[in-house]
């Protein structure tokens, strides 16, 4: 019984907070194309806040899904 209930877990790499990651990164490209497509004047320096945060998500999910989830 034991055994089962460690093999279930093992198996299941993906936590809770690794989908809450994947959806602030949606939620953060989501407010990049909204600030870039701003019509009157753009907020340079929440664009340029907006894209190192969306490479450091991006970088972030790709080394989550690569060496965690696939490992």
Do not use: H
Request: hydrophobic fraction near 65%; aromatic fraction near 14%; proline fraction near 1%.
């Amino acid at each position: 019984m034991f055994l089962a209930e460690e093999a279930a877990q093992a198996a299941s790499k993906i936590g809770t907070f690794d989908w809450f990651m994947l959806a602030f990164t949606v939620l953060i490209a989501i407010g990049l194309v909204r600030l870039l497509t701003a019509r009157p004047k753009k907020n340079i320096f929440a664009i340029g806040f907006t894209v190192v945060s969306l490479g450091l998500f991006l970088l972030i999910d790709f080394i989550m899904i690569t060496k965690v989830w696939l490992a």
